[in-house]
């Protein structure tokens, strides 16, 4: 297995179902939660430890970077998701944490996709650097891993 470089990474959205995707500009570090809720099963005179099961699975995306104000006017990636944000509307996410040369749908490449609400769009800045921008996604439904194909 080949080691990747973490700047390959893409965040894109869709708001037509997966129709046209866009990516998310100015990124610069992202993060793919996939968890487990688990329920502790432990009953009296257990022996010192617990017991648990797991039930629902969960998954979220967060993604980091600059803020770019000519990217919320141009319906690319941070228009669409100011707008579903705004209007509490579900966008199609998808990760490809390695996309050859940073170029989208790449043949070979694995991704992850599915169905997101937007759990947090922060903008902040100081004096002493540029203005950041934090998203976090959170998904709702499946996570689907696949690859792109010929």
Do not use: C
Request: proline share 3%.
């Amino acid at each position: 297995m080949a080691v990747k470089r973490g700047t390959d990474g893409l965040i894109e959205v869709s708001a037509d179902n997966g129709t046209t995707w866009v990516v998310v500009a100015s990124q610069q570090s992202w993060s793919l939660d996939l968890s487990n809720e688990v329920i502790d099963t432990t009953v009296l005179g257990a022996q010192r430890f617990r017991d648990n099961i797991t039930t629902f699975l969960s998954w979220s995306i967060s993604v980091d970077g600059f803020w770019d104000d000519a990217d919320l006017g141009s319906g690319l990636g941070a228009a669409i998701i100011k707008d579903a944000g705004l209007a509490g509307t579900e966008l199609d996410v998808r990760i490809t944490p390695s996309a050859t040369g940073g170029v989208p749908e790449t043949n070979g490449d694995w991704y992850y996709s599915g169905t997101a609400n937007v759990g947090t769009s922060n903008p902040s800045g100081s004096y002493d650097s540029a203005v950041q921008s934090a998203l976090t996604f959170e998904g709702k439904g499946e996570l689907v891993n696949a690859q792109f194909g010929p």
